[in-house]
């Protein structure tokens, strides 16, 4: 008689909790992990996996993504799937699509995260029929998810839908006594409705799309801290997540968030912020993160930086990547949308004397180093360009390197492609950076960026990093631990039923096959988009994660992505916080 649906066997078992691994056999019924043990029969098993030198672990849990519109049509969420991912975070960065009408959704989002306006919109035009939390938790809950879906509630759509768009971009309008009463009343149904809390952003160079409030920056830069502070009561009450985004501008704002962690009487407040770094640009960002963390948990807190386990690179095609909304010049041209009139600023005296200004501050905040001798051209029309960087060209010219760059942006437009590595490059610093314990793993930006990032595989990167150090004799934690970072710790923190794989627990599961890690995982390439008619940049890992079982159900099989992911229901659904 058959008593299992799948049965794992002789792999080495970790099970989300950080406790000591072993090699024994996991056996799967109704969607959950019904016995693990020492030879199991596999008579009794439906589907054997033989996963003898393979790790079998929980699903990794991705909780900083931006699959909020790709959910909609591409339920699948594959790309992150075949590395290993079972959960996923929507709603991050103050950007969900939950209250806020079709078009203003569609504006807050494509220009932040660089996925065209003109593929979301009709998107959501055609199939945006909800305005609160329970209803897109009911829509959620019916589309045929590859991927669980947990989410946040944004505060730029929660800002929108109350106060409209123009209004909620107004710096001399604050909420009514009414529309606050109705953010309140929305964020708390929210709760109820099991998401795991609220994003905001301070970060003032993320800009809105569209023509009715182009380039003004997201809604939720526009509110008083003490619209922020009454939002985090409904938080503190339900013990759920802010999650939010410093002023890169002005440093000293992030005690505003760190104040609401400490809470000096009644609950903390969990909060996470973007991002620990170690910045090529800056220093001291990464110390400083690691202090004022440290600090406020000592205090009370309840307080994590998220944190990339991997090199950031940042890719480029002309000047369209948001690293130069950083800056009064680099801003100047990215509101021009029209290509000519940004081409006539480019090449004005005045502008580049104002851009080569602006590159060349030393002391300013900022993300990127602003160093064109550190940045890579990839692609051109002008071959002999690929390969080399943008200061050794412009010296055998006789150039200023600023100049060079715009006369490249001008004559080559978006074809002139280059990247940059903007911080985490040292590897020993990274090492210690993700033993941090008041970092989370996370950040992939997934279903974002498509053309600027690629960190769909950021839970592989940093098995390799973990693997690597104990194979050169110098571990810089157990792989236990590593596993526990990726998916029991997060689903602890966030407050969702996942992360682990005892018996009882639903059968989210990864295999991997660890000598696969040795190759290389950072290099991206190109993919389909599905549904959207894109190509985008992903990662490809062959052999690494050879099967994926979501709900006790094969998502990725002999590391293909099955047909019937994101087309049959039975795979992930909606996780709502405990």
């Avoid at 790309?79 to 203003?104: I, K, P, Y």
């Avoid at 018996?503 to 599905?530: F, H, S, Y």
């Avoid at 979501?550 to 002999?558: R, S, W």
């Amino acid at each position: 008689m058959r008593q299992y649906d799948i049965l794992i066997r002789g792999g080495r078992y970790l099970d989300g909790t950080g406790g000591p691994s072993q090699i024994c056999d996991i056996a799967i019924r109704d969607g959950r992990v019904c016995e693990t043990g020492d030879n199991l029969d596999p008579g009794r098993a439906s589907k054997v996996i033989d996963a003898h030198g393979r790790w079998v672990a929980p699903g990794f849990i991705d909780t900083h993504t931006h699959y909020d519109a790709e959910l909609i049509v591409s339920p699948s969420l594959s790309e992150s799937v075949r590395h290993g991912v079972t959960t996923v975070l929507v709603g991050s960065c103050s950007l969900s699509m939950v209250c806020s009408e079709a078009e203003d959704a569609s504006d807050l989002f494509t220009r932040v995260e660089t996925v065209p306006r003109e593929k979301v919109l009709p998107i959501l035009q055609q199939h945006k029929r909800w305005s609160s939390p329970s209803e897109w938790v009911e829509f959620v809950r019916a589309q045929p998810m590859g991927a669980n879906v947990i989410s946040l509630l944004g505060h730029s759509d929660l800002r929108v839908a109350t106060m409209g768009l123009l209004r909620a971009t107004d710096r001399s309008v604050t909420p009514s006594a009414e529309e606050m009463q109705r953010m309140e009343a929305c964020l708390d149904e929210a709760m109820q409705q099991g998401f795991v809390g609220l994003s905001t952003m301070c970060l003032k160079w993320d800009k809105l799309d569209g023509e009715r409030a182009w380039s003004r920056s997201l809604p939720s830069t526009y509110a008083r801290w003490k619209e922020v502070r009454r939002l985090n009561k409904i938080l503190r009450r339900y013990n759920r997540v802010h999650q939010g985004a410093p002023n890169a501008a002005n440093p000293l704002q992030i005690f505003q968030y760190l104040g609401e962690s400490i809470r000096w009487f009644g609950k903390p407040l969990k909060t996470t912020l973007i991002s620990m770094l170690d910045l090529k640009g800056n220093a001291t960002v990464r110390p400083m993160a690691a202090l004022s963390a440290w600090f406020t948990n000592l205090l009370g807190g309840d307080f994590r930086w998220q944190l990339l386990p991997s090199a950031f690179s940042v890719y480029a095609d002309g000047m369209d990547v948001v690293i130069f909304e950083e800056f009064g010049a680099g801003e100047m041209a990215l509101d021009l949308k029209d290509q000519l009139e940004r081409n006539a600023l480019l090449q004005d005296r005045d502008y580049r004397r104002n851009f080569r200004k602006f590159y060349g501050e030393k002391l300013s905040p900022r993300v990127w180093q602003r160093d064109f001798a550190d940045a890579i051209i990839l692609d051109c029309p002008d071959p002999s360009l690929v390969g080399r960087n943008f200061a050794e060209v412009a010296a055998e010219r006789s150039e200023h390197v600023v100049d060079f760059f715009l006369d490249c942006v001008v004559e080559f437009g978006r074809k002139l492609r280059w990247f940059t590595v903007i911080g985490n490059g040292d590897k020993k610093r990274l090492s210690e950076m993700v033993t941090n314990p008041n970092t989370l793993i996370t950040f992939s930006d997934a279903g974002a960026h498509i053309r600027n990032m690629a960190f769909y595989n950021y839970p592989l990167r940093f098995l390799k990093l973990v693997k690597e150090s104990a194979d050169q004799g110098q571990e810089i934690m157990p792989l236990e631990k590593a596993i526990w970072r990726l998916t029991g710790e997060q689903a602890d923190w966030f407050g969702i039923d996942a992360g682990t794989i005892r018996v009882g627990d639903r059968a989210d599961i990864t295999i991997i096959n660890p000598e696969k890690l040795n190759q290389e995982l950072e290099q991206p390439e190109w993919a389909e988009m599905e549904n959207f008619g894109l190509q985008r940049m992903v990662n490809r890992n062959p052999g690494v994660i050879e099967h994926v079982l979501i709900n006790g159900k094969i998502a990725l099989d002999a590391g293909e992505i099955v047909p019937e992911l994101g087309r049959e229901k039975g795979f992930g659904t909606f996780l709502p916080a405990r």
